[in-house]
């Protein structure tokens, strides 16, 4: 029907349609079964009727006039036939548009006619990498000094020049010292006098403590005596002791041999009791022997019976023999126990003995304690006289004393104003702007200060992480400490140092924590003030897949790179990415050693794209751009690789067929 329309328009007999419908006829011939599919009740007269011209209209297709109210019906045909020639195409188009793209993906898939795009590849390598993180930090002074005046006077000399470096200890200003000069002459004058006195009462207390030392002399000799005494008496109550253990340990000697002679008693009445039973054995025994002896006469047993029976006989009789001498040897040692005992309870008395006579000896002594304690206690009371005199002495010493420390904290305090008119340098650094000039009158009550000094070497350099690094950094700080990088504007050449303060508390407001580097500053490159670029090494990491950095691309799911495959296409492969260090990113997940992406031209990729690589020559016109992102890769692109993490969607790259 869409044929016939077009036809009769071509030829003036229907409306004229536009061009772009009549492209679209012609390209896409299989909406053509959607536009048929259209009932023709839809268009009831088109087919039929050609449109009514008006009268003043010539034209050589109309050969006679129609009448009014026909042309007003043609009209309306017109107008219902366009409104349904426009939904008709716009239904076409709309499904053109969903059935075209796919169609075209699939072509390019299968290899039907599509763009070509020339791109530049690297492979993808295997390489140790360092784990870093990186900030930007501030250079900081270790120590910051505001010098002031501690004293009050005219400023009588600056010994140093703004921007100077000082040392500690160095003199930095001098100020009028004449005022503190005549307070230290006044208070030593007065402590010279204090210390006379306390001289004065020295010499009495050391005559005094003579008397005392005497009597300590003749308490000590008492004391002595007592000690001997009570010596005497622990020596004498030893011996008291020693004997009564030699008696308990000899009356178990008497114990033992009582108990060793019951058991030997009980050994003699076992040896006859087993002599009975032995006996009565060895009759039994002989009895039998001498009945089957006789039987064997007879010829009722054999020979070997009777003489089992013999043999019976005769070892009972010898054990018998052994019960007696058994017998003999428990006697022989009831009478060697009973020697034993006697001997025992011998000794035992003889302990008696001399156990009296040792606590004779210890009553003795006791009685020798008692004198010696009477002296000891008279000497006591001369010492405690002696004492309380010296204890006079002392008081008036410590009152001299006091006087002197009085004075001599005056004196101090006059020396200690008098070495504040010197101002030292109290740390090693750089001085800063010099505020005041000789002949300025300073106060110690201001705070304006003299000078300010801060240390530049060493300096350090304060910067903040995320706190999610914060397990790393204290995992890779326990096996030592961990180096810190920093560059800056204008010096590109990393600067080295040592992270010496990871901070105690991570900060709530931006969930970061912070650390300080030290950093030799011996050449001065480094200002307290400035902001460098920090890079902290934690450890290295081995067999990292990395590509060039250009090669990583950023979409809408994400992160991803286009991987060349052996069929000349490529793949968008998504990836999971990790530090970027000179040029080369680390791929935690999505590729393979050996890979070959696409590092120039992603512009015009899309996946599924078929490209072409171009070799050194085809991209010399961009070395000059390039130079430094895809030379210094480090990424070989001719090597191959093993599999470590595959997420290549093909499985076949052009070096992972």
Do not use: C
């Given at each position: 029907m869409?044929?016939?329309?077009?036809?009769?328009?071509?030829?003036?007999t229907?409306?004229?349609?536009?061009?772009?419908n009549?492209?679209?006829?012609?390209?896409?011939p299989?909406n053509?079964?959607?536009?048929?599919e259209?009932?023709?009740?839809?268009?009831?007269?088109?087919d039929?009727?050609?449109?009514?011209?008006?009268?003043?209209?010539?034209?050589?297709?109309?050969?006679?006039?129609?009448?009014?109210?026909?042309?007003?019906l043609?009209?309306?045909?017109?107008?219902?036939f366009?409104?349904?020639?426009?939904?008709?195409?716009?239904?076409?188009?709309?499904?053109?548009?969903?059935?075209?793209?796919?169609?075209?993906?699939?072509?390019?898939?299968?290899?039907?006619?599509?763009?070509?795009?020339p791109?530049?590849?690297?492979?993808?390598?295997?390489?140790?990498?360092?784990?870093?993180?990186?900030?930007?930090?501030?250079?900081q002074?270790?120590?910051?000094?505001?010098?002031?005046?501690?004293?009050?006077?005219?400023?009588?000399?600056?010994?140093?020049?703004k921007?100077?470096?000082?040392k500690?200890?160095?003199?930095?200003?001098?100020?009028?010292?004449?005022?503190?000069?005549?307070?230290?002459?006044?208070?030593?004058?007065?402590v010279?006098?204090?210390?006379a006195?306390?001289?004065?009462?020295?010499?009495?207390?050391?005559?005094?403590?003579?008397?005392?030392?005497?009597?300590?002399?003749?308490?000590?000799?008492?004391?002595?005596?007592?000690?001997?005494a009570?010596?005497?008496?622990?020596?004498d109550?030893g011996?008291?002791?020693?004997?009564?253990m030699?008696m308990?340990?000899?009356?178990?000697?008497?114990?033992?041999?009582k108990?060793?002679?019951e058991?030997?008693q009980?050994a003699?009445?076992?040896?006859?009791?087993?002599?009975?039973?032995?006996?009565?054995?060895?009759?039994?025994?002989?009895?039998?022997?001498?009945?089957?002896?006789?039987?064997?006469?007879?010829?009722?047993i054999?020979?070997?019976q009777?003489?089992?029976?013999?043999?019976?006989?005769?070892?009972?009789a010898a054990?018998?023999?052994?019960?007696?001498?058994?017998i003999?040897n428990?006697?022989?040692?009831?009478?060697?126990?009973?020697?034993?005992?006697?001997?025992?309870?011998?000794?035992?008395?003889?302990?008696?003995?001399a156990?009296?006579?040792?606590?004779t000896?210890?009553?003795?002594?006791l009685?020798?304690?008692?004198?010696?304690?009477?002296?000891?206690?008279?000497d006591?009371?001369?010492i405690?006289?002696?004492?309380?005199?010296?204890?006079?002495?002392r008081?008036?010493?410590?009152?001299?004393?006091?006087?002197?420390?009085?004075?001599?904290?005056?004196?101090?305090?006059?020396?200690?104003?008098?070495?504040?008119?010197?101002?030292?340098?109290?740390i090693?650094?750089?001085?800063?702007?010099?505020?005041?000039t000789?002949?300025?009158?300073?106060?110690p009550?201001?705070?304006?200060?003299?000078?300010?000094?801060?240390?530049?070497?060493?300096?350090?350099?304060?910067?903040?992480?995320?706190?999610?690094n914060?397990?790393?950094?204290?995992?890779?700080?326990?096996?030592?400490?961990?180096?810190?990088?920093?560059?800056?504007?204008?010096?590109?050449?990393?600067?080295?140092?040592t992270?010496?303060?990871?901070?105690?508390?991570?900060?709530?407001?931006?969930g970061s924590?912070?650390?300080?580097?030290?950093?030799?500053?011996?050449?001065?490159?480094l200002?307290?003030?400035?902001f460098?670029?920090?890079?902290?090494?934690?450890?290295?990491?081995?067999?990292?897949i990395?590509?060039?950095?250009?090669?990583v691309?950023?979409?809408?799911?994400?992160?991803?790179?286009?991987?060349?495959?052996?069929?000349?296409t490529?793949d968008?492969?998504?990836?999971?990415?990790?530090n970027?260090?000179?040029?080369?990113?680390?791929i935690?997940?999505?590729?393979?050693?050996?890979?070959?992406?696409?590092?120039?031209?992603?512009?015009?990729?899309?996946?599924?794209?078929?490209?072409?690589?171009?070799?050194?020559?085809?991209?010399?016109?961009?070395?000059?751009?390039t130079?430094g992102?895809?030379?210094?890769?480090?990424?070989?692109?001719?090597?191959?690789?093993?599999?470590t993490?595959?997420?290549?969607k093909?499985?076949?790259?052009?070096k992972?067929?």
């Open positions: 869409i044929e016939e329309i077009i036809s009769e328009s071509r030829n003036g229907r409306p004229k349609v536009s061009e772009e009549l492209k679209l006829n012609e390209q896409l299989h053509v079964e959607i536009v048929d259209i009932p023709k009740k839809a268009l009831p007269e088109v039929r009727e050609a449109p009514i011209l008006p009268e003043s209209e010539p034209t050589n297709n109309v050969v006679t006039k129609q009448p009014k109210t026909e042309k007003v043609a009209k309306g045909r017109i107008a219902l366009l409104l349904a020639l426009l939904v008709i195409g716009g239904l076409g188009f709309l499904v053109w548009q969903r059935a075209a793209t796919p169609k075209v993906e699939k072509a390019s898939r299968r290899g039907g006619k599509m763009q070509v795009t791109v530049m590849v690297a492979t993808v390598t295997k390489k140790t990498v360092p784990i870093q993180l990186q900030a930007i930090g501030n250079v002074s270790g120590a910051t000094v505001s010098v002031t005046a501690q004293a009050s006077g005219r400023v009588t000399g600056v010994y140093f020049k921007g100077q470096e000082v500690k200890g160095q003199l930095l200003f001098s100020i009028d010292d004449r005022s503190q000069t005549a307070s230290i002459q006044q208070a030593q004058g007065i010279a006098k204090d210390r006195q306390v001289q004065q009462a020295m010499s009495n207390l050391a005559k005094d403590q003579g008397v005392v030392e005497q009597a300590r002399a003749t308490l000590d000799k008492d004391r002595g005596i007592v000690e001997q009570k010596a005497t008496l622990e020596k109550q011996v008291v002791e020693q004997a009564r030699t308990a340990k000899d009356k178990g000697v008497v114990e033992q041999a108990i060793t002679l058991k030997d009980g003699v009445k076992q040896a006859i009791a087993t002599l009975t039973k032995d006996q009565a054995q060895a009759q039994y025994a002989a009895a039998q022997s001498q009945r089957y002896a006789e039987l064997y006469k007879q010829g009722v054999s020979q070997d009777a003489q089992q029976y013999a043999t019976s006989s005769r070892a009972t054990t018998v023999e052994l019960d007696k001498q058994a003999a428990a006697e022989t040692a009831l009478k060697s126990d009973r020697i034993g005992i006697t001997n025992a309870e011998s000794a035992v008395k003889g302990d008696e003995v156990i009296a006579n040792a606590e000896a210890v009553r003795s002594d009685v020798g304690i008692e004198n010696a304690q009477t002296a000891v206690k008279s006591l009371v001369g405690d006289n002696a004492r309380a005199v010296v204890e006079g002495d008081a008036a010493i410590e009152g001299a004393q006091a006087s002197v420390s009085a004075d001599g904290g005056t004196l101090q305090n006059a020396q200690v104003q008098s070495s504040y008119t010197k101002v030292f340098s109290p090693d650094g750089r001085a800063g702007n010099v505020l005041v000789t002949g300025n009158v300073v106060q009550s201001t705070d304006k200060p003299l000078v300010t000094i801060s240390t530049i070497d060493p300096i350090q350099v304060a910067f903040a992480v995320p706190e999610s914060l397990p790393d950094i204290q995992k890779y700080a326990d096996n030592g400490k961990l180096k810190v990088d920093v560059t800056f504007a204008g010096n590109n050449k990393p600067i080295s140092g992270l010496s303060f990871v901070n105690n508390t991570v900060d709530n407001s931006t924590i912070q650390l300080i580097g030290d950093f030799n500053n011996a050449d001065g490159k200002f307290p003030g400035q460098v670029n920090t890079t902290l090494t934690l450890s290295q990491q081995p067999n990292a990395v590509v060039p950095s250009q090669a691309q950023t979409g809408p799911k994400g992160q991803f790179v286009f991987v060349a495959q052996f069929d000349d490529v968008n492969v998504p990836v999971v990415v990790g970027t260090i000179n040029g080369l990113t680390v935690k997940k999505g590729l393979n050693a050996g890979d070959d992406v696409v590092i120039d031209g992603q512009a015009n990729l899309v996946d599924g794209g078929k490209i072409t690589v171009k070799t050194a020559g085809d991209a010399q016109d961009n070395s000059e751009s130079k992102d895809s030379s210094d890769t480090s990424v070989d692109k001719k090597s191959g690789g093993d599999s993490s595959s997420g290549n093909s499985g076949k790259s052009r992972n067929p």
